[in-house]
């Protein structure tokens, strides 16, 4: 947009932009969420048509980390909160799941991937003032999770990204 700033509330898996239209397109902790919706990740191809020549996509996910136990506990709480919201919410995704998927709705893009290391920490907190509400007598997979984030802690652990570049026309 001119003067550097838009804001617009859509479906992600549908953008409300014209064909070749956007230069940028961002999506963290997103793509394993439309993928619950989406299984033949047509959001993918939508996205590209979406962006001009040499646009790019980044996508960001936090990846399955089960080295600590305050990762595990990031884990299980995201497992948990999947079950919980049905369809709609995904698990953590590992980046082995969406490459053959962006390089079949990314044809002859120049992609780049890698991994990095969270470096914000979660509101350990906060989560377990959350899962008390629902605790009710303090068992079950609520309870336990909440025992082990309050012995451990949380951890994001490692995330992935990918940075896809639309071919230049």
């Known amino acids: 947009m001119p003067g550097g700033s838009a804001s617009v509330i859509a479906e992600a898996s549908r953008l409300p ?15 394993r969420h439309l993928l619950s919706y989406h299984p033949d990740a047509g959001f993918l191809e939508h996205w590209s048509s979406s962006l001009r020549s040499g646009g790019v996509l980044y996508i960001l996910e936090d ?12 884990h299980d ?16 995704m590992d980046d082995q799941v969406l490459r053959p998927l962006v390089t079949r709705a990314l044809p002859g893009a120049g992609l780049q991937w890698g991994r990095l ?3 914000r920490r979660p509101d350990a907190g906060r989560v377990l003032e959350l899962l008390d509400r629902g605790t009710g007598s303090g068992r079950g997979e609520v309870g336990r999770l909440r025992d082990s984030i309050q012995q451990h802690g949380l951890d994001y652990g490692p995330y992935w990204w990918l940075r896809a570049q639309k071919r230049e026309d």
């Open 17 to 31: 932009v014209t064909e070749c239209g956007v230069d940028l397109i961002i999506a963290a902790n997103l793509v």
């Open 63 to 74: 990846q399955p980390d089960l080295s600590t136990a305050a990762r595990r506990n990031y």
């Open 77 to 92: 709480l995201q497992v948990f909160l999947a079950a919980l919201w049905g369809t709609g919410r995904g698990p953590l």
């Open 117 to 119: 290391t969270n470096r």
